[in-house]
């Protein structure tokens, strides 16, 4: 038996036989015979349309669970696929150089991958990983081995992997994936954003150790402990049969949580909003509980795209949201592209608005200082949002923008908005006017300056993420510093509490949307700070709405004075999480 400790980031416990994901090792002859050329040549044009057929296989089921536009992802590796260069090179080598149809498309697809690699910036090297996946695929299918294809699975698995890219996480089926660990990652990375909205059970950040396991192998994945155990001893299978089990009844209890009243014991409404990052995501939110969206990620519409989403690609996802959420009220987040994210359309057809090499990217061109860069796309972007806010009662479309660093930047958006309206207005166009423009919280220098952004926003929304990431100088997608991670450090605590005072002082709402107010050991430390909205995770509204109601707001008060006056993270993180065991037993946290 081996243990192995990562990130957990999806509750949950999954046991099952390994699956590794993209760990196969191709051996491929090189050369080929003359008599054998013509036959070498059919060879390749037949793996090639096997390969077109899997690949529109997948873009079908992409479609089907995600939406067209999410399917657009394999349109790409289609045109690549079908692309008449790739075919004459190859038979070009297979003529010429008697090169096996296996050598040559490899020589021909590692060219080009390296080519791409060469080129620097984030968007090309997915490129160069797009075009090795074309290469694994066509070299199968030549060999006629079994294809390792997430979409493709038959039987329920763990899938275990280098690094499962956003889109690779989105294409998991439920039915056959049973959970998921990676070697890489981080706690608030967009992967593990991901396995949260798919509810799967997940570990990242293990660290090197797909060496030390075999496809088929027994694995459990202890995504409660951020654990993956590999060929358990029978006492500990046992052990986490009885473990899953119980966490099965427990969070079947806590579904008929899902239509209770978000109120706390002694009256308090805390209004529980949801996270998405896709339009189909909207209706589960409110299938969960949630009272609206806190916070819709819009950069995920550029997830694969290969050329700018349109007015009409922004418009049809935001009416999408809005008209499922009825009268309910709506955070649509302006574009939050570069660094760990999607990156840019610019970056992909010219190196110049996104430098090549970029040294520190969560520092450089990233989110609002891009937008205020590409004020066309920024403008697009703005005028679908108020045209399809007009779907929606005057107010409940919110528009914020992410990561505003200073009074100036904020001022420069909402400007850029007005614009926008003049130019609808000028064009006769029907749009919403009447709509709350506020800004993410998640750079030190908003939280210290909080006073003065709250003369000038409409509300706030703290994202916890990224302010812990900058203000403890931690990657928040790197394993290696993850234990300096840590949501409940005091001076994250601080900041927190000077947003809130401000908000306070300037009568607007404060929400916390990063993945601290999903953690339900943080909800009394929260409520007890003057929070009174939250945005989270959808899965973890039934547990939230649990703990919420066995709370009153003097308890949570106190929680809050003895949190805050602790000196260290650790400390206050053990001791919410033993307050959160005499509050909610039955949580078995
Ligand atoms: C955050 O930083 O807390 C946040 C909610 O934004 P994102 O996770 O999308 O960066
Ligand atoms: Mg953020």
Not at 138 to 157: A, N
Not at 323 to 351: F, W, Y
Request: with cysteine.
């Amino acid at each position: 038996m081996l243990v192995k400790r990562g990130i957990a980031v999806s509750p949950g416990v999954a046991i099952g036989p390994a699956w590794l994901f993209g760990a196969e090792r191709l051996r491929v002859r090189h050369y080929t015979t003359k008599s054998a050329i013509e036959s070498d040549i059919a060879r390749f044009h037949a793996a090639l349309d096997a390969v077109c057929a899997e690949i529109e296989k997948n873009q079908q089921i992409a479609n089907e669970q995600l939406g067209e536009q999410y399917g657009a992802i394999f349109g790409a590796h289609l045109l690549m696929a079908r692309s008449p260069q790739l075919s004459d090179e190859v038979e070009r080598l297979i003529r010429e150089k008697i090169h096996t149809p296996e050598h040559a498309c490899k020589q021909v697809l590692e060219r080009y991958a390296e080519v791409f690699r060469n080129l620097g910036n984030q968007y090309h090297a997915e490129r160069a990983h797009d075009i090795n996946d074309l290469q694994s695929r066509l070299l199968r299918q030549l060999l006629g081995l079994q294809r390792q294809e997430l979409g493709d699975l038959t039987k329920p698995v763990l899938v275990l992997a280098h690094n499962l890219t956003p889109s690779e996480t989105a294409s998991l089926k439920k039915e056959f994936v049973l959970g998921f660990a990676t070697e890489v990652g981080g706690a608030t990375s967009h992967t593990a954003i991901l396995a949260g909205a798919l509810e799967l059970p997940a570990v990242v950040g293990i660290g090197e150790f797909l060496s030390e396991i075999e496809s088929g192998d027994k694995v459990i994945i202890d995504g409660n402990r951020g654990e993956v155990i590999i060929n358990p001893v029978e006492s500990v299978l046992a052990e986490y049969l009885e473990s899953q089990q119980k966490f099965r009844t427990s969070y079947a209890v806590l579904e008929s949580e899902r239509a209770a009243e978000p109120f706390t014991a002694d009256g308090t409404h805390i209004q529980l909003l949801g996270n998405i990052e896709f339009p189909v995501e909207a209706e589960h939110c409110l299938e969960r509980g949630a009272e609206g969206i806190g916070l819709y990620r819009t950069e995920f519409l550029y997830l694969g795209a290969e050329t700018e989403p349109t007015e009409d690609d922004h418009y049809n996802a935001y009416c999408q949201v809005i008209q499922a959420l009825g009268d309910r009220e709506v955070v649509i987040r302006t574009m939050d592209l570069g660094a760990d994210k999607v990156p840019t359309i610019g970056a992909r057809s010219s190196d110049e608005a996104q430098p090549a090499e970029m040294p520190n990217p969560a520092l450089g061109l990233r989110s609002i200082r891009i937008s205020l860069q590409d004020l066309k796309g920024f403008k697009t972007q703005l005028r679908a949002i108020l045209r399809a806010a007009r779907h929606a009662l005057p107010r409940r479309v919110k528009i914020m923008f992410p990561m505003i660093s200073s009074l100036y930047e904020f001022r420069q958006a909402k400007m850029v908005l007005h614009d926008v309206m003049d130019d609808l207005d000028e064009a006769g166009l029907p749009f919403q006017r009447e709509v709350a423009v506020g800004m993410m919280v998640e750079v030190p220098s908003a939280a210290i300056l909080a006073e003065e952004f709250a003369a000038e926003v409409d509300f706030f929304s703290i994202g916890t993420n990224d302010l812990i990431q900058y203000t403890l100088a931690v990657d928040r997608g790197d394993p290696a510093v993850s234990s300096f991670y840590r949501t409940g450090d005091p001076a994250i605590l601080r900041l927190i509490r000077m947003v809130v005072t401000a908000a306070d002082n300037h009568n607007i709402p404060v929400t916390v949307c990063g993945q601290m107010s999903s953690d339900p050991k943080f909800l009394p430390l929260l409520i007890g700070m003057g929070i009174r909205q939250i945005s989270v995770t959808p899965h973890s509204i039934p547990e939230l709405k649990a703990v919420l109601r066995q709370l009153t707001i003097p308890q949570c008060k106190d929680i809050a004075a003895h949190a805050e006056w602790l000196g260290l993270s650790r400390s206050v993180e053990n001791y919410l999480q033993g307050e959160l065991r005499k509050i909610c037993p039955q949580l078995g946290r």
